[in-house]
């Protein structure tokens, strides 16, 4: 089963946004449920994750302390919270499960569509 992104669009420099990340009809069953993103030209890179079970949180450490990964069991969704956004955080981010917790792309799976989420300077 994929899992949507959503939520993305065009913020200025130090703005906030929020993304989504619904697995429709199905519930989280895996163990965790992570984030990544990637710009052009360059590779995928870990954001953040969340144990679906115990709530415990990973972040990758560009973004440790301005964003933050939260989950809704009662909506079946996964929240990104993107504070001080920078430039270098303009990419397509996409959402993703594993059944355990790595950084790497390789670990997860049910990769759908991402979301764009560009900053202006």
């Known amino acids: 089963v994929q899992l949507q992104a959503s939520g993305g669009g065009l913020v200025q420099a130090g703005g906030s946004l929020t993304l989504s990340c619904a697995a429709s009809g199905r519930t989280f069953s895996s163990h965790l449920v992570g984030w990544f993103r990637q710009a052009p030209g360059k590779e995928r890179e870990f954001v953040a994750a969340i144990r679906w079970g115990s709530g415990m949180r990973y972040y990758g450490e560009s973004v440790r302390g301005r964003f933050t990964i939260s989950k809704d069991s009662a909506k079946n969704t996964v929240y990104l919270q993107m504070n001080s956004l920078k430039p270098d955080d303009a990419a397509v981010y996409y959402c993703?499960?594993?059944?355990?917790?790595?950084?790497?792309?390789?670990?997860?799976?049910?990769w759908g569509q991402g979301t764009q989420v560009t900053v202006s300077s």
């Open positions: 993703a499960r594993a059944n355990e917790y790595g950084t790497t792309p390789k670990v997860y799976y049910g």
